[in-house]
């Protein structure tokens, strides 16, 4: 039964008069029965009852006594029913009577031969049987008594009931009750309801195992083990909501029989915020505790009169000074002469401000040395837990010896500047802003924006050689490298026309090795750079010119002598008419030669710049690749990511196709390699070939650097790309050559 339907039951039913402060002389009784002679003798007895007074009602049917019952100004206190009435019988009969007064005590009245079902009578809600045959004075008077007695006692642990479920129920707290030995859940409250995510339904096809993650199972069957022999507990334990959540919870419990079976009723506290809060305060004091006692700074607390009261253990790793040899000792003791005006100064604003920063000064450590000091200090002279000055100190002796490095550098930088006409500048790195000398203006005509920002200077270089310079810098800033930085590229001018200019620059670093600034020089040298053009393009069309000489001569010389020595060896088998080893042996001879022609023939297609003119780049590479699988044991193959008809400029047709054969010469000659992956792609108008390959790689502390590597930089440069060779982690050599298609 619902707690709410038992309250409304409780409350619209008939309640017994004596209930509250039963009085056992003054009974309302109500007789229904249909034999007028029983009812007479009932009264008869009652009125020889001595122990109390008695008003007796008569009803001779059910429908005259339910009438009688719901009458709200007759006030029963027990009912004696007989069990066959005109209009109803049996278990009917005691069912409407218990169903229209629950509260009032039914005596059912019977005769010998419904003796056994007058017992059955007990178990639907009769509170005790009479046999009529057997009927006496006494006998009424304790059978009233005692049924009127129990009944107070029911509803007085109803009461009570209804009591406990609605402080259960409304309970802020979760709680539900447990069989002890099944540990299945028998009850729960809306609390626990609404923590948890589950339904009722749901708690209750649980047991309390359910609610609990593996790990936890153990330290609960302790827990039961300790209920079971009374304990009366709180633990900590770890619960599992609806949603897979984990809190962490206080359980508090007490056991009690509940019809037999030893039930135990539970409080679920959900201390999870409070756990954290308390290991946020723990993770506090531990980073406090390290802060003071290990960290970079010296703490320590002052008086009005500048005497330390205390001095953080650090004063020991940062000044070599013992905190105890401080205590005591006014600050002014370590402070340097000529510093200690200052300092003073700015110890007496405290009186005015909270806090102050003091102006570097320098302090005397354990070792008689004098370090420069940077200190801010708190007024907390208010705050009952401090009652004193904080200072937060630290040593900046190197940062100061750094600063006059800077300064004297600063100097040099700007007499250079002034004494050179070439563009000097310094970048600083922690601002990103970069400063140029008088020769920048001269050289270049920028003279409204002397300092700019490096994405400003990024737009200056040239498109086609923007990406090498920025990767050469990047790396150089990480490398650690104190080698001097140098680049040559193209660079706008302010008129728009292109410079050739040679960057050189040193990086200057910090005392933990950061890069922090950086000054170097550009030179204009356009007019070298247009002699190299021209020397490199006169060399390139001497060296395609050589490449078609020779073309021709094994074209016209050679593969035309093979054709005739193959054509004479085709002969010789007919010479030889019964010699059948001569025969095969001729044959032999014919395929070898027809090799030879047919090789010499595709080299000398591949040397000709005839044909790097009229195929695409794709053709050529294609053609490549199946000359380099014919020629020696590693597989080559070809990934081109472009149809074959792109046209390309015949001037980076040529450089590309030419870097990529002598790439590839090298790979077969050098590498040891078992396969080489050529790829050629474009993306974001720029053209990328990248060569891998399955070798012993290079050493890359010393990247080959001979004439068939430097003509390959000359090329790839002049097209203004950037070239780079890398070993692989997986092993293996990988070439990259970018070009940007303008």
């Excluded at 070599?320 to 300092?343: C, T």
């Excluded at 090298?666 to 396969?675: D, M, P, T, Y």
Aim: hydrophobic fraction near 35%.
């Amino acid at each position: 039964m619902k707690i709410s339907e038992a309250h409304t039951r409780i409350q619209s039913s008939h309640t017994p008069s004596n209930y509250e402060g039963f009085t056992p002389k003054n009974f309302n009784i109500l007789v229904v029965e249909d034999n007028i002679g029983d009812v007479i003798l009932i009264k008869e007895h009652l009125l020889h009852v001595s122990a109390f007074s008695s008003n007796v009602h008569h009803a001779h049917s059910v429908v005259t006594a339910l009438d009688y019952l719901n009458n709200p100004n007759h006030a029963i206190d027990v009912v004696l029913l007989d069990l066959s009435l005109p209009d109803g019988r049996g278990e009917h009969l005691i069912t409407k009577f218990v169903q229209a007064a629950p509260n009032i005590p039914l005596i059912v009245l019977t005769g010998y031969g419904d003796q056994e079902f007058g017992i059955h009578t007990l178990s639907m809600g009769a509170e005790d049987y009479l046999m009529k045959d057997e009927l006496s004075p006494s006998i009424l008077e304790k059978t009233i008594s005692y049924s009127v007695e129990r009944s107070k006692i029911k509803y007085q642990l109803k009461a009570s009931e209804i009591k406990y479920q609605g402080l259960f129920n409304m309970s802020p707290l979760p709680m539900w009750t447990y069989n002890l030995k099944t540990l299945k859940i028998l009850d729960v409250n809306n609390a626990a309801i609404a923590h948890y995510g589950y339904s009722r339904e749901e708690f209750l096809s649980m047991t309390i195992e359910d609610l609990r993650p593996r790990s936890e199972l153990g330290k609960l069957y302790k827990a039961i083990d300790q209920a079971k022999n009374g304990a009366s507990q709180s633990q900590a334990f770890k619960h599992k909501k609806k949603n897979g959540e984990l809190i962490d919870v206080l359980i508090k419990g007490s056991s009690f029989d509940q019809g037999g079976a030893d039930t135990r009723i539970v409080l679920s506290i959900d201390v999870t915020d409070q756990i954290k809060r308390e290991m946020a305060l723990e993770q506090s004091e531990k980073r406090f505790k390290s802060l003071v006692q290990e960290g970079s700074d010296m703490i320590t607390v002052l008086n009005q009169q500048g005497e330390y009261l205390y001095v953080s253990p650090t004063s020991k790793t940062i000044l070599g000074l013992d905190p105890e040899y401080m205590v005591g000792n006014s600050a002014y003791h370590f402070i340097h002469r000529e510093d200690q005006q200052k300092a003073k100064e700015a110890f007496t604003k405290l009186k005015h401000q909270s806090r102050v920063t003091f102006p570097p000064y320098r302090f005397k450590n354990g070792k008689g040395e004098w370090r420069w000091i940077k200190t801010t200090m708190t007024n907390l002279l208010n705050d009952p837990t401090v009652e004193g000055l904080v200072a937060n100190s630290q040593d900046i002796t190197e940062e100061v010896a750094h600063k006059e490095q800077l300064r004297i550098s600063n100097e040099r930088f700007e007499l250079a500047s002034k004494a050179s006409n070439e563009a000097i500048w310094e970048w600083n790195l922690e601002t990103d802003e970069i400063s140029r000398g008088d020769g920048y203006q001269k050289a270049y005509g920028y003279v409204d924006d002397i300092k700019i920002t490096s994405t400003q200077l990024r737009e200056r270089i040239h498109l086609n050689d923007r990406l090498r310079v920025l990767k050469s810098l990047q790396s150089h800033i990480e490398s650690n490298s104190e080698s001097l930085w140098a680049e040559e590229y193209r660079y706008f001018k302010k008129d728009g026309s292109i410079a050739f200019v040679e960057d050189r620059a040193f990086v200057i670093r910090n005392g933990q090795n950061k890069a922090i600034k950086m000054i170097g020089s550009m030179k204009d040298v356009t007019h070298n750079r247009r002699i190299q053009e021209r020397i490199l393009e006169n060399a390139i069309a001497a060296e395609e010119h050589e490449r078609d000489r020779i073309a021709k001569e094994l074209h016209d010389g050679i593969v035309q002598q093979m054709t005739a020595l193959g054509m004479f060896i085709n002969n010789l088998p007919k010479l030889a008419e019964n010699n059948q080893e001569l025969v095969n042996q001729s044959n032999k001879l014919y395929d070898l030669a027809t090799k030879i022609t047919n090789e010499t023939r595709s080299l000398s297609h591949n040397l000709s710049s005839a044909d790097t003119r009229q195929l695409s780049l794709a053709e050529l590479i294609t053609r490549l690749i199946n000359q380099l699988n014919s020629m020696g044991n590693i597989e080559f193959s070809a990934d081109i990511r472009f149809e074959f008809s792109t046209a390309f400029d015949l001037k980076l047709k040529t450089n590309v196709y030419r870097s990529i054969q002598e790439l590839c010469t090298n790979v077969l000659k050098h590498s040891q390699a078992s396969a080489c992956l050529l790829s050629a792609i474009i993306t974001d108008n720029t053209l990328m070939v990248i060569i891998m390959d399955d070798g012993k790689g290079i050493d890359e502390q010393s990247i080959p650097q001979g004439i068939g590597i430097k003509n390959i930089k000359n090329r790839v440069y002049n097209l203004g790309g950037y070239f780079s060779m890398e070993n692989q982690k997986s092993g293996g050599l990988k070439t990259t050559i970018e070009i940007f298609l303008s």
